[in-house]
């Protein structure tokens, strides 16, 4: 079956560490991105990729970090520079230049000890 | 600046009522219009979507959604809530501006009364 995973459901971060968060798809979409989740906020981007070794800052990119090598794969790094990291969040893909649906993983929560 | 507009942060409604879930959007071009579906600790799910022609979208699960220009709207509705309907419902619009942009609104909790 196609779809986009995340890994893993749930993280914990201590203070002053750097955490990455997983994402993969095997729909064949070009494009990749990256939202945090709030509660009464909806999604907010963080970072997304239109193609492989190209990404763009989203609307909240600080203390963040991301990477394209693999059409397939757009791992998220949650910087130490990132002071209030807990939050669901959640990866999508799409076709590149449609206007099209975004398909979403299921997300990881990640929380500060 | 374009920005989503979900009226009601709760709703909350009895089994067999009328659903209706209200989005504003303001944008300075015809946008591209989706509602997304979230149960707990999950992604999102695609409701349905409107892209040009009819204005009236029918979707998964019973919803449908009614475009209107003048009022800068697109409401979800079911005529009949079932239980399974319990869940969060994001409207989003879609913009193109070098490559789509898809922006969220807040999001409305549907609450379903036995």
């Known amino acids: 079956d196609g779809g986009i995973t995340q890994s893993p459901k749930y993280l914990f971060r201590k203070e002053g560490q750097n955490v990455t968060l997983s994402c993969e798809q095997n729909?064949?979409?070009?494009?990749m991105y990256w939202y945090r989740q709030d509660p009464g906020q909806g999604l907010r981007l963080i970072y997304y990729s239109q193609i492989v070794n190209d990404f763009q800052k989203g609307d909240i990119a600080e203390g963040y970090s991301v990477s394209r090598e693999k059409k397939e794969s757009f791992p998220l790094t949650v910087t130490s520079a990132q002071k209030n990291p807990t939050a669901f969040y959640l990866c999508?893909?799409?076709?590149?230049?449609?206007?099209?649906?975004?398909?979403f993983g299921p997300g990881t929560r990640l929380l500060v000890l | 600046a374009q920005s989503v507009t979900q009226l009601g942060s709760h709703v909350s409604v009895s089994e067999g009522a009328l659903v209706l879930l209200r989005c504003n959007y303001s944008?300075?071009?015809?946008?591209?219009l989706f509602w997304y579906v979230q149960y707990p600790n999950q992604g999102l799910q695609l409701l349905l979507k409107?892209?040009?022609?009819a204005t009236l979208v029918k979707g998964i699960n019973g919803f449908e959604a009614e475009f209107k220009k003048s009022e800068t709207s697109f409401h979800l509705t079911k005529p009949s809530a079932h239980m399974s309907d319990a869940a969060e419902y994001f409207c989003a619009v879609s913009l193109w501006g070098g490559g789509f942009k898809t922006i969220f609104g807040a999001g409305t909790r549907l609450f379903v009364k036995a």
């Open positions: 729909l064949n979409h070009d494009a």
């Open positions: 999508a893909s799409s076709i590149r230049g449609k206007v099209e649906t975004q398909y």
């Open positions: 409107y892209t040009t022609g």
């Open positions: 944008s300075s071009v015809p946008p591209y």
